[in-house]
């Protein structure tokens, strides 16, 4: 009972006490309770049977309860760098994509080096739309900014008998409003389309146009490439009087074999580039038809 009374008192004291060396200061002794060493005052009171009998520890008690919850804290140090860091890099990037928009020429026609046609990264309006890749053809007589599509080879239009019963949708390779911002640039813009035709009509002045093209704001227009005067049913051949039928305004609108075609530039730079192709009149066995359309193509400085 008295050793486990002791052990106790021992405990409690070296609780008090600083743990690296044991010595604890009370009043004005100072003491080593469990190694009272010759010279030292020892407290009789509080070790009074000396180092050489020391208890045994006592058990230890039972588990502690479980503490409070401690306050929500604030966001740790490292979380909030790598917020501003991520911060910094975004504002960076964005300066970076100024930089390259305001730095990029607004055409091919603006980069002085014109030694290598190839593709080139151009922005026509800085302000308001990305930069963005064009093919600069230099080898041309005036530099061409070039903007391909999904459609650049000639397709046969399937079999289908009413006007206008087959669609083809053109996608470019690039935004349209990018587009829109190097027509905007560009002294002027021209594609190229053209139906190569076996009995098969694009205008027909009896009954339904047979075919149109579709223009950047998806308006359907019925003049073909060529016709300068932009007059509705009229092809190249129709304007200058030189259709294989003279009566007819296209090639193609003769509506027999052999095969004929019809072709030319579309140059309205408010209607380009073409965004659709509209044909019919193809069911017969006896019946084809071809088409095929150019990239945008622009040129000079605005
Ligand atoms: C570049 O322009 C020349 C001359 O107009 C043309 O023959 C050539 O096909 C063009 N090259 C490309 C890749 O568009």
Known sequence: MYLKFLSMLSLIL???????????????????????????????NLNPIGPQQQGKPGKIGPRG?????GPKGEPGQSDNTARELDKMQSELDELKAKFQAFSAPPSCD???????????????????????????????????????????????????????????RIRYSVDMDQIVALIERSTSCRQYIKYRCRASVIFYDTGPDYASWVSRDGTQIHYWGG??????????CGETGTCVDS????????????????????????????????????????????????????????
């Open 227 to 236: 016709a300068t005067s932009r007059r509705s049913g009229y092809c190249a």
């Open 110 to 168: 603006h980069i002085s080096n014109k030694k290598y046609s190839g593709t080139y990264l151009i922005s026509p309006d800085p302000y308001q739309v990305a930069p963005f890749y064009a093919f600069c053809n230099f080898t041309s007589a005036e530099t061409e900014t070039v903007i391909e599509h999904d459609t650049m080879e000639e397709m046969a239009v399937p079999k289908c008998a009413a006007a206008k019963c087959f669609r083809r």
């Open 14 to 44: 070296g609780a008090l006490s600083q743990p690296d060396d044991g010595r604890s200061c009370l009043g004005n002794t100072v003491y080593n309770y469990f190694y009272g060493s010759e010279g030292q005052t020892v407290n009789p």
């Open 65 to 69: 309860n479980k503490g409070e919850k």
């Open 247 to 302: 009566n007819k305004k296209c090639n193609c609108d003769r509506n027999t074999a052999p095969e004929t075609s019809d072709e030319g530039y579309l140059t309205d730079k408010d209607a380009l580039p073409v965004t659709g192709l509209f044909f019919g009149d193809t069911d017969g066995s006896d019946e084809f038809g071809w088409h095929t359309l150019g990239p945008l193509i622009c040129s000079g400085r605005q």
